[in-house]
């Protein structure tokens, strides 16, 4: 009856396949950590790879339901190029879609920060505010450091698929 119970907490997939995705989260983060070029590499690539076919049956959704076309259009579009520029620079792309993530991380960071801090005086507490201060400065350092974050990001990642992966090996081993 326990089991029921974790099984339904984690949308009821069963503990072998959070067992599974354990196992690959620690395998992958091995690779990234001990081969981070050539991991990110074939990373990328496989990610160019989901980025053209997605564009493409975004195009070929629009035949099949015409509801929203425009946007499926747009992202068709978009996924389609994505990928056919990550295929074709198979050794720039990995430091662009690298350079691109460590961006988007470092605006999410300041506007993270922006809310923590506009929260904390708004009555949060302190707590929001050097959270957000933190933010902030972790947000900035990335975009003025783009360079140094994408030849440091292989090895984050690999770190965070590894205590990922044990993760959902504690997980796994509790819902069984």
């Known amino acids: 009856m326990a089991t029921m119970a974790v099984e339904e907490e984690r949308g009821g997939m069963p503990w072998w396949l959070v067992l599974i995705e354990g196992i690959a989260l620690i395998i992958l983060g091995i690779f990234f950590l001990t081969s981070p070029g050539a991991t990110t590499l074939v990373f990328v690539q496989a990610l160019g790879i989901y980025w053209l076919i997605r564009g493409i049956f975004y195009i070929v959704a629009i035949f099949l339901d015409s509801t ?12 389609i190029l994505a990928g056919i520029v990550i295929l074709q620079h198979p050794w720039l792309s990995p430091i662009f879609v690298g350079s691109v ?13 922006i809310v923590g801090l506009i929260q904390a005086f708004q009555g949060a507490g302190w707590g929001a505010g050097i959270l957000g201060a933190i933010s902030i400065i972790i947000g900035l350092w990335l975009l003025f450091n783009i360079g140094a974050a994408t030849l440091a990001l292989p090895w984050a990642i690999g770190l965070l698929a590894i205590v990922g992966g044990i993760a959902a090996l504690v997980l796994a081993f509790r819902m069984r």
């Open 68 to 79: 929203a076309w425009g946007w499926k259009l747009f992202a068709g579009i978009v996924g």
């Open 101 to 113: 993530l460590v961006i988007v991380l470092g605006v999410q960071g300041m506007i993270v920060g």
